[in-house]
DNA sequence: AAAAATCTTGACTATTTGGTTGGTTTATAT
DNA sequence: ATATAAACCAACCAAATAGTCAAGATTTTT
């Protein structure tokens, strides 16, 4: 299943200038709706980061409330897109395995989408309209069956599969959302390759453990 | 070890009159805060919602940037004190059964101390001081030391301590950044004071089983 | 009860900012 | 080559908003 809500700005296949303005101006307004708010990211900041007139970027998008959606939309895109789909006939050690993975790899390789999408939900998710809000709904019932199956099977621990859901969101994640803060803790300054397959494995070999699939 | 740099606003004792508005616009804006963002929270919302003029806003706190910053330190104090400390001589299952009942505690019961902390972090940690910024290394550090000496001891598993911590926070926490987004995947309107043991059992049962403190 | 300190508030100001306009330049199609 | 459409952009405007001020009201101190 795929979000297909899209903006007028992203679906219309134009020309590529227009493609690459509109990427600029995305890829710079997301930088920007995260490190100023909503309301904080002016515009004029958006263009400067962008590296066009405020005049043009508004040419492009009619006006902030648009920008600001299609940085919501391809957040949501992407979070549809790297979230590990699991199977009943992965077992549930290979499931917890797939998620994991999927979800670290995200939160590395693209912070600035967690941190967005963390951004909309803790203040409250004005701007998802109803359909997006309720989509994860199916999605974890779907999948909390799946664990349930397993755990009435005698496959792995019984715990309540929505928890577990959330507690991989919530680790997987948290490197993405508190980056500042971990890498001040690490006192490092940047996140390297490594980190993912440390921070994998960590987690695998701990959440599977905690679900009775590991010694 | 507390943190003590107060702000004007909150440090001198003065009148009870005093004490009472800037408690009143303190809770205004910390939810001002968190569903307008620094940029987005006018003063004038924070005075509607607190119930006072505007300039009689401005009168307590010299400027929005201060009651911001009263807001943060507020959180930080929270923080802190909410934080449950580990011993030594705790061993490491009520060690860990500690930090985890302190945190969802804190969580289902301040979820906007939470809130606030993560939108700052999130953004940056603009507003916070060095200070505070690395003030969580040391903290990290210490408990580090002693779940390693745990470890080396074959108390428990051997895990990364630092990810682990991370663990217990960012599970925690979830319940309180995510609310939104966790009451309607629950298809739920507000979180109930059951929701606090059940939590908290999940986490201390998945994550000692995890650490092989549990069969 | 008078004086001093604290509190309250409407009115005003300077600045920022979202969005518009209209004219110019550049690309594309015929 | 010429016409048509797309892209560009400086200058402008109206609304929102942070912060000031000064005068009056209330509380506290002496």
Redesign the interface.
Known sequence: MVLTQMTTATSKKQGKIRAKSEEKILNAAQEEF???????ASVQSIADRAQLPKANVLYYFKNKENIYHAVLQLTLDMWDKGIGDIKLEDGPKKAIEKIIAAKVEMAFKNPNAS?IY??E??????HLKEFA??Y??QW?REKAKIFNHWIENGEM?D??P???I??I???T???A??E???L????RADYEEEDIA??TY??T???L????LKA
Chains 1, 2 share one sequence.
Not at 34 to 40: F, L, P, R, T
Not at 121 to 126: E, K, R, S, T
Request: aromatic share 10%.
């Open positions: 995260i490190i100023q708010g909503y309301k904080g941190k963390a951004l939900i803790i203040q409250g998710a004005q809000r309720t994860q709904r974890v621990a715990v309540n929505v928890n577990l959330f507690l969101w919530s680790t994640q948290h490197y959302d508190f500042t803060q971990i001040t803790i690490m006192n440390q921070v960590f987690l070999d701990i959440i453990r905690g679900c009775k």
